[in-house]
Nanobody
């Protein structure tokens, strides 16, 4: 129905920047929001940021607020995550997620609320 594919991961020094991309295909008109989660080895999946596709409303985890920016290009069916001032603790596999239905801000960090997931892209921040 909907496929999402992440790209843009890599290895950077602490303080550096990366921009991740998530391209959606299929029934993209059915999507309400797209966001990013991350998961480090041994940890549970952690919410990073989400954006509504129609209005561009954003919500960020406290750990990345002020450093990361989520944006969208609806013409390209693509969502971006600009990551600045990267820290070693940002090291993780970053997953793109898409959801079909509106939800409360309080529900945004819950992985179970998202309908489609990418396979992830590795981000490594070296100190």
């Amino acid at each position: 129905q909907v496929q999402v594919v992440e790209s843009g991961g890599g290895l950077v020094l602490a303080g550096g920047s990366l921009r991740l991309s998530c391209a959606a295909s299929g029934r993209t008109w059915s999507l309400y929001a797209m966001g990013w989660f991350r998961q480090a080895p041994g940890n549970e999946r952690e919410f990073v940021a989400v954006i509504t596709l129609s209005g561009g409303r954003t919500y960020y985890a406290d750990s990345v607020k002020g450093r990361f920016t989520i944006s969208r290009d609806n013409a390209k069916n693509t969502v971006y995550l600009q990551m600045n001032s990267l820290k070693p603790e940002d090291t993780a596999v970053y997953y793109c997620a898409a959801d079909r239905s509106p939800f409360l801000v309080t529900d945004a960090p819950r992985p179970s609320k998202y309908d489609y997931w990418g396979k992830g892209t590795q981000v490594t921040v070296s100190s």
